[in-house]
């Protein structure tokens, strides 16, 4: 009998033990919609979720973890919508509502102690494929994780396997423009006129992968991985196009699926020599959160 209420004792610790860990996908903490997370030196929430037109509304209120402690700036945060999406949807929490209609909401807004407001992401008009939102930095970076390839016009990022997290990448699309908006014909390589002033690039990319290597990458490093192409400029930037698709994505797919398969479009910009033709695509861990409904 005593051996019996042991083993008891010692399944419902376990049990118990299992429930406190705290769940994660791809190693970024994970909540319910309303709950709090601690993040890049924020303790964060984010709630009401909801859709407008073609964009995803959401609320977030977020204090500093420490009162002098680290912690991201509020103009280098960004959200993103997670779920079975074929492309992911990204914007910098400050500004994100810019674009969108009066709809009674306050912008998110931030103070040396308080981040709250409204963030809207789009557009978004596959909304049921929405499952949460999650939230990075581009410069919030786990040492030691940073893979750095080049991507010059007009070839691109060549098809490569990254070993270090699996993920297979290659160049969809690649477009070119000078920073009046007139797109470069390859054969401008030629001229050398072309290239002068300022200019930016809008690259597609094919990001491929087996989700179980990737799961596990991530859970060794802390994190996920997060694409980021270089040079870039602060918004408004050179093109509304480079604030729609941004210069970084996250890499996290739905927890469901068994392949990473994700597309996305980045845009580098600045000095049309060092935004064209020497580009580059990086693949760094980073840490993040996410909130599921």
């Known amino acids: ?14 049990a118990c033990g299992a429930d406190d860990k705290p769940a994660t996908t791809y190693a970024a903490p994970t909540a319910v919609f309303g709950e709090s997370l601690a993040v890049l030196g924020w303790n964060m929430s984010v709630s009401n979720l909801r859709f407008d037109g073609n964009y995803a509304l959401f609320d977030v209120d977020a204090a500093p973890a420490e009162p002098v402690g ?3 700036k509020p103009e280098d945060i960004r959200f993103g919508l997670y779920g079975a999406l074929a492309h992911p949807i990204e914007a910098t929490g400050i500004g994100s509502c810019k674009d969108v209609a009066d709809l009674g909401i306050q912008p998110l807004s931030a103070t040396p102690d308080r981040l709250t407001g409204t963030v809207c992401i789009g557009p978004a008009r596959d909304q049921v494929q929405v499952r949460g939102v999650y939230v990075y930095s581009p410069r919030e970076r786990i040492p030691g994780t940073t893979t750095a390839r080049p991507a010059a016009f007009p070839v691109g ?29 390859p054969l401008a390589l030629g001229d050398p006129e072309a290239f002068t002033g300022n ?5 597609g990319l094919q990001i491929d992968g087996l989700a179980a290597q990737y799961r596990e990458v991530s859970d060794q490093r802390g994190g996920p991985t997060m694409v980021v192409v270089a040079p870039t400029l602060p ?23 068994d ?4 597309k996305v479009s980045l845009c ?14 990086s693949l760094i861990g980073t840490h993040a959160a996410l909130w599921t409904r």
Request: with cysteine; aromatic share 4%.
């Open 199 to 203: 200019g930016y690039m809008l690259i």
């Open 235 to 257: 918004p408004p930037g050179l093109s509304h196009a480079c604030d729609t698709y941004g210069a970084s994505v996250l890499v996290l797919p739905d927890a469901s699926r």
């Open 259 to 262: 392949t990473v398969q994700v």
């Open 268 to 281: 580098t910009q600045g000095e049309i020599n060092s935004a064209l033709l020497y580009a580059t695509v």
């Open 1 to 14: 009998m005593r051996a019996l209420i042991a083993a008891l004792v010692v399944v419902l610790v376990a």
């Open 157 to 185: 990022l060549p098809e490569n396997r990254d070993t270090d997290t699996g993920l297979t990448l290659r160049t969809t699309s690649l477009d070119a423009f000078d920073a009046d908006g007139a797109m470069l014909d």
């Open 70 to 72: 680290p912690r991201a």
